[in-house]
């Protein structure tokens, strides 16, 4: 079993509509949690970081973490074309070494 | 949040050569880490590079294969040796933030092995 499961897409949506991104994990030592966005041909970069279980709001962005089940999520509202990407998440624990899923791709169309 | 460039950004090499990926950072840092992603894959860490010790290099990975140099808190340089087509993929610096774990990453550098 993977560390992390994420499926890959893509996820195809319209605009306007409200995304939901999600990861299972399976070493319950992880203790943060973070989702990371990566457009095509660029780096990937830190969108969202958790620490605890529960939601977290950014703008749009909402991300939500149940350690019960070991089950991660990035909801997306309103999204937008600008929001294609691959999103990838992140799980760490106590050492410096973060584990990203394979990503998944979202195209918003217009 | 670090600003990390990274050089060259692409490259097209060929079947047995060598190729040094540069990383700079904008301030001093402990460690600096360097990853792999390969087509459809996910990022995989190679090594971990420390200032003043040998890098750590993950499961699957040789100091042979893929040497690391970091002469200060600063720079590195990951070098993927012996190339074949296999190596073709995404290579990527990145640093992080020790009290978050938050990880920051380079533009990357695109290898194309023929």
């Known amino acids: 079993q993977k560390e992390v499961e994420q499926d890959p897409g893509p996820l195809s949506v319209p605009e306007g509509a409200i995304v939901s991104l999600n990861c299972t994990y399976s070493n319950s030592a992880f203790q943060y949690f973070m989702w990371y966005r990566q457009y095509s041909r660029k780096g990937p970069e830190l969108l969202m970081y958790t620490y605890s279980s529960g939601n977290k709001e950014d703008g749009r962005f909402t991300a939500q973490v149940d350690k019960s089940s070991k089950y991660i999520s990035l909801f997306i509202r309103d999204s937008q074309p600008s929001d294609s990407a691959t999103y990838l998440c992140?799980?760490?624990?106590?050492?410096?070494?973060?584990?990203f899923g394979t990503g998944t791709r979202l195209q918003v169309f217009p | 949040s670090a600003v990390i460039s990274q050089k060259p950004s692409r490259d097209i090499c060929q079947r047995g050569t060598s190729l040094t990926i540069q990383c700079q950072v904008d301030?001093?840092?402990?460690?600096m880490f360097w990853y792999r992603q390969q087509p459809g894959q996910s990022l995989t860490l190679i090594a971990t590079a420390n200032q003043g010790s040998e890098a750590t290099y993950e499961s699957g990975f040789v100091i042979d294969k893929f040497p690391i140099s970091r002469p200060n808190l600063t720079f590195s340089t990951l070098t993927v040796s012996n190339m074949s087509p296999e190596d073709s993929s995404i290579y990527l610096c990145?640093?992080?933030?020790?009290?978050?774990?938050?990880?920051?990453f380079g533009e990357g550098s695109r290898l194309t092995v023929l």
């Open positions: 992140a799980p760490g624990g106590n050492t410096d070494k973060l584990i």
């Open positions: 301030s001093q840092v402990t460690m």
């Open positions: 990145s640093v992080n933030r020790r009290d978050t774990g938050e990880l920051f």
